[in-house]
């Protein structure tokens, strides 16, 4: 498994991370939770190190059940989990006030139900997550610790000047942050030191292209890529008459529909003779490819299974050539235009 630094914090990761989005269950239509501890392990037998959480990822239950997974094993993983993102309950007991709301959800559906969610990044907030997510995750220290979204109430200033006192306590050993502009990262990284930039980035979704790669390199922080294989569609294995049940985020995507997974088909079937050249998956390429993009540091890919973790860390094993990596490229490009 190849490693490379997170920004400037000296913490070495693995460049293939597991995600825990789906572990949590919400907007994946359930999960169960030996499945996610299995996987989690499996990632970890694998030379996987970094692995990546969300407190909102089932309302605490991700976090809950990774820290189930690595008891123990604290020591091999680079522990990644966000703040920024509060729901209802929390914020009742909290007794707080600010933020800007995002959506209301319940627990499959985000857009129905009654539990409102918040951006909100306010120092006291963000120390009450750290310590739930803490002790949640049965440890007492986050490796990279990112805000989740930002949010129009506090400014980055504030939320920076808190990150870097619970890096000075020890609680936190890099700062990063998800979902931003490249003026918020420019921001970030002026009020302290950011490590890392979160954010989507597969075959399908290049936007950091244009200018955010190019900016990490300069600011020298990582880009983490989160969704490298588009929901699984880059996988191969969603077919054009896929269904999902209704508590399951790709249910409601346009990406989805039957015309365009069709698309998305007939540049798989260009991909499939490159990837057995190479000896691997099309989800393997998938996420080689990922990796090799200028400034694209690591990527994190959600496992159910314990194969699908196994299968995942093998990608970070096959570093592809400058050739290789071109040849690729050009079969996306000639695709991409004509799929959403």
């Keep these: 498994m190849q490693t490379r630094e997170l920004g400037r914090s000296g913490i070495e990761a693995s460049v293939v991370g597991l995600g825990t989005w789906v572990t949590g269950g919400w907007m994946w239509g359930g999960s169960e939770e030996s499945d996610g501890i299995a996987a989690i392990r499996a990632a970890l037998d694998s030379g996987i190190t970094l692995i990546d959480t969300a407190p909102i990822y089932g309302f605490g239950r991700s976090e809950e059940i990774l820290g189930r997974a690595i008891e123990g094993r604290r020591d091999e993983v680079v522990l990644a989990t966000k703040c920024g993102m509060t729901w209802q309950d929390e914020r009742s007991s909290q ?3 600010g933020g800007d709301k995002f959506f209301d959800t319940d627990d499959e559906h ?3 139900g009654d ?4 951006k909100h990044l306010r120092p006291d907030s963000v120390r009450d997550e750290l310590e739930r997510s803490l002790a949640r995750l049965r440890t007492d220290r ?3 610790y990112q805000t989740h979204w930002q949010e129009s109430t506090t400014a980055i200033e504030d939320t920076m000047a808190c990150l870097l006192e619970l890096k000075a306590a020890g609680k936190v050993r890099a700062i990063g942050c998800s979902n931003v502009t490249d003026d918020e990262l420019r921001a970030y990284d002026a009020a302290g030191r950011a490590d ?3 954010d989507k980035y597969s075959m399908l979704d290049r936007g950091p292209d244009e200018t955010r790669l190019g900016l990490c390199r300069e600011l020298g922080v990582s880009f983490l890529a989160y969704s490298p294989l588009a929901l699984g569609l880059l996988t191969g294995k969603v077919k054009p008459d896929a269904t999902f049940p209704s508590g399951d985020l790709r249910s409601r995507r346009e990406r989805f529909s039957a015309e365009n997974l069709t698309r998305v088909q007939s540049m798989l079937d260009e991909l499939r003779p490159i990837a057995e050249r190479l000896g691997l998956t099309l989800a393997q ?3 080689a490819w990922t990796v090799s993009r200028p400034g694209l540091t690591h990527a994190l890919v959600g496992a ?3 194969d699908q973790a196994r299968a995942n860390a093998r990608a970070g094993e096959r570093l592809l050539d400058e050739g290789e990596a071109a040849e690729i490229t050009a079969i996306v490009d000639r695709h991409r235009d004509g799929i959403v």
Excluded: K
């Design 110 to 112: 985000p857009g129905e």
């Design 285 to 287: 390429l998938a996420i």
């Design 115 to 118: 539990r409102e969610v918040f």
């Design 95 to 97: 007794g707080l006030r």
């Design 196 to 198: 890392v930039d979160q």
């Design 304 to 306: 159910r299974t314990p």
């Design 142 to 144: 986050i490796d990279l």
